[in-house]
């Protein structure tokens, strides 16, 4: 049996077509059969698809979209207050009866939010962005006592192998391609060197990944799955402002760029990461401004946040990766879990005819 025969059972049944992809000549996708890795029994989701847990970019309805329609949804905690955690997760619950995760970034950990969210009992508790004085194992230790799974997200082999030590039962490979804070190492060599340094335990491929192609291509470098953040920012759940779900669809990928600009401005402290930002009027203006910058920290966060609200793609924050460039339509969440499923289920039956048998 070849590699790839091996990761789709396929079902021999007439299947019946149930997912249409807008924005391509009206291509139908096939219910999927079983495209599956070793995580997805680990996990209890049908497809190795997870939704990156992105702070203020996720939302219950999101979340439980994700998860009901067989991928894993993650809630991102970052700044969130401690009271919100159990009716979050309650909608979360009315949405699906199905796993799904909660993501905290571990060097601004709110200690009452974590605590909060425990007491949930979350499935998958994911970690990420640690300083390096923190000790994970107390963190991931106080998850597993609530049950979850940990999983831990990184751009770095090294920090993998740490957490790993800590008790992580899945590491994340973050690639430089992604958006929002990223390291500074692509996905395509990032993904194998962990799966290497970490083996046997499984390793999910984020960063650049937007459909099945991207799926087949992370399985082919020995993930398990694929995290994925800004193809779901463009669906119905997503919280963002419709200006910006548009801004992503008319982005080629070209015009995203890594900066530290969004960190200055806003007085914040990451360890080890740069933004991967839709470069805009906001960003052009400050770039090589630095100090500038600095001493209108308190006007560009006011500034920043009206511009969220209002809209405003030129002079607020769109942090999207460079993935945006494949991203052509605003679907529901489940559709995407779906689609995905079945592109590389397509991609898969055909790489399993090539080569000698």
Request: charged share 20%; glycine share 12%; with cysteine.
């Amino acid at each position: 049996m070849r590699r790839f025969d091996s990761i789709v059972a396929h079902d021999p049944s007439p299947r019946p077509l149930t997912a249409k992809k807008r924005g391509s000549a009206g291509t139908l996708y096939p219910k999927v059969g079983m495209i599956k890795t070793p995580l997805c029994d680990r996990l209890g989701i049908e497809y190795p698809i997870v939704l990156g847990g992105m702070g203020s970019g996720t939302t219950p309805e999101l979340v439980s979209a994700v998860s009901e329609a067989g991928g894993l949804g993650t809630l991102g905690m970052n700044a969130r207050a401690a009271e919100d955690a159990a009716p979050l997760m309650a909608k979360v619950r009315q949405g699906t009866g199905k796993p799904f995760g909660v993501n905290f970034l571990l060097f601004n950990l709110d200690e009452a939010a974590f605590a909060a969210t425990l007491a949930e009992r979350p499935p998958v508790v994911a970690f990420a962005w640690a300083k390096p004085e923190q000790n994970l194992r107390e963190y991931f230790q106080r998850a597993h006592d609530a049950g979850a799974l940990v999983m831990y997200q990184t751009g770095s082999v090294p920090e993998a192998r740490v957490a790993l030590e800590a008790g992580a039962e899945v590491l994340i490979a973050q690639g430089s391609e992604g958006g929002g804070h990223v390291g500074l190492m692509g996905t395509l060599p990032l993904v194998p060197m962990m799966v290497d340094a970490v083996s046997p335990a499984p390793v999910l491929a984020a960063g650049g990944i937007a459909d099945g192609r991207g799926l087949v291509a992370a399985l082919a470098l020995g993930a398990q799955g694929v995290l994925l953040g800004t193809r779901f920012l463009a669906t119905p759940e997503s919280p963002l402002h419709e200006n910006f779900k548009a801004a992503i669809l008319a982005s080629d990928g070209h015009n995203t760029e890594l900066t530290n600009i969004p960190d200055i401005g806003r007085g914040q402290l990451w360890p080890g990461a740069m933004a991967r930002v839709i470069r805009n009027r906001f960003i052009r203006r400050w770039s090589g401004q630095d100090s500038a910058l600095r001493a209108a920290q308190a006007e560009i966060t006011r500034s920043l946040a009206e511009a969220r609200k209002s809209g405003d793609v030129e002079e607020g924050l769109l942090m999207a990766g460079q993935d945006a460039g494949l991203i052509h339509d605003i679907v529901p969440a489940g559709e995407i879990v779906r689609r995905i499923a079945g592109e590389a289920e397509k991609v898969l039956s055909g790489l399993s005819g090539m080569g000698p048998g």
